[in-house]
Each structure stands twice: as C-alpha cells, then as structure tokens.
Antibody, heavy 121, light 107 residues
Framework: EVQLVESGGGLVQPGRSLRLSCAAS????????MHWVRQAPGKGLEWVSG????????HYADSVKGRFTISRDNAKNSLYLQMNSLRAEDTALYYC??????????????WGQGTMVTVSS | EIVLTQSPGTLSLSPGERATLSCRAS???????LAWYQQKPGQAPRLLIY???SRATGIPDRFSGSGSGTDFTLTISRLEPEDFAVYYC????????FGQGTKVEIK
C-alpha cells in the first residue's frame, strides 16, 4: 500500500523552529518528486515547497522562502521540512505529497494525512 | 504567479444532477498543467484529474475535465452521495497555486 506518514508537528512559539518528517512506503521513493502543502484551519490549500527526485530542483513559496528548507533522504525514504522563524500565519495542517513523476512539474497523486503545526505564544 | 479563480463558491444540487465547476486562470496555464482535487471533511485531498482532462487512477468516469489556456471545467455527470465535497483546481507550474475551492452541497 502506498503511504505517506507525517510527523513532527506541534505547538511552538513564534520565532522558534520545527522540523517535519514524512516517511514514505509502498513505492520507489527516489523515482518521484515530493512536495509539502499546507491548509490553515477552515481555509484552502497552499503549496509550500517542492523537491525533485534527486534534490536537483527545489522550489519555495514566497511566503516561506528564506525560512523553510525542504530536503530528502532517498536511502531512508524520507522527506523533511525544516521550519525556522515560525510565525502565527504558519499555523496549518502540513501535508506531505507525492508527485505523479520524477519532475516537480506534475500533479499530486498521493497525500499523507497531515501533521498539525500551531504557532502561538 | 498564476491566480486561479473558481466559481461558483458553493453549488447546491441534488443527487443525480449534473455539476459544472469552473476554474479561470489569470494567465495561460503551461501545457495544460491543470489538476482537480476533491476534499471531504477531515480527509486529505484526492487527485481526480490531471493534465486538464486525464482521470487519475481509480476515478469514476462520471468525473471529467476539459479546457485549455485560461478556462477549465470539472464536470460530474450525475452526482452520487459521496461526491458532495469541496473541489480545488491547481496549476502545477512554478509557483504551484490552488483555486479557493468550490463546495458542492446537497440541496
């Protein structure tokens, strides 16, 4: 079964850091690009960051550029999101998402269940 | 950045009726890099359509996508009870953007 399981979310104070992880199983992880997408409570979907199969192509939304870092470890079938200088507006459910192909420029065919990040003092 | 505007915001229909959802882009979408997703309460989104008109694996043929350039449409030919949900369009050129969603509710 193809599966993505996120972890690492929680309550954090503004200005602090958090690292999200995503464990992939059921498919050949290093054949596919991966992304992070977030959804604030009661709101729509917002793309956060994407990384190609070999980490050669990395992209960020303007809202997180310079604060968040995406990375992957193909040997561990894992995707990460290092989030620094967190703000209240980063509060959201963060989804780990698999692209349909090795390129970042493809639709998102598998979604995890998400991990909640709450930024509050 | 390409802004996607979905209409209507809410669609009130009965089971068995046809649903037509619109997604309009602020500029032409590259190579029809346009997808549609369905999201039910408490669940992650599910890919329905990619490349503007290709159904994803396991998606029933009552779902169809069409359009090109700046105007795209998702059609559900006959609504089933499980189709009442929120639908998002997305363009997957950099930066990736989503529409604000259309809620299909039971009339």
């Amino acid at each position: 079964e193809v599966q993505l399981v996120e972890s690492g979310g929680g309550l954090v104070q503004p200005g602090r850091s958090l690292r999200l992880s995503c464990a992939a199983s059921g498919f050949t992880f290093d054949d596919y690009a991966m992304h992070w997408v977030r959804q604030a409570p009661g709101k729509g979907l917002e793309w956060v960051s994407g990384i190609s199969w070999n980490s050669g192509s990395i992209h960020y939304a303007d809202s997180v550029k310079g604060r968040f870092t995406i990375s992957r470890d193909n040997a561990k079938n894992s995707l990460y999101l290092q989030m620094n200088s967190l703000r209240a507006e980063d509060t959201a459910l963060y989804y780990c998402v698999k692209a349909r192909a090795y390129s970042v420029y493809d639709a998102f065919d598998i979604w995890g269940q998400g991990t909640m990040v709450t930024v509050s003092s | 950045e390409i802004v996607l505007t979905q209409s209507p915001g809410t669609l009130s229909l009965s089971p068995g009726e046809r649903a037509t959802l619109s997604c309009r882009a602020s500029q032409s979408v590259t190579s029809s890099y346009l997808a549609w997703y369905q999201q039910k309460p408490g669940q992650a989104p599910r890919l329905l359509i990619y490349g503007a008109s290709s159904r994803a694996t396991g998606i029933p043929d009552r779902f169809s996508g069409s359009g090109s350039g700046t105007d795209f449409t998702l059609t559900i030919s006959r609504l089933e009870p499980e189709d009442f949900a929120v639908y998002y369009c997305q363009q997957y050129g950099s930066p990736w953007t989503f529409g604000q969603g259309t809620k299909v509710e039971i009339k």
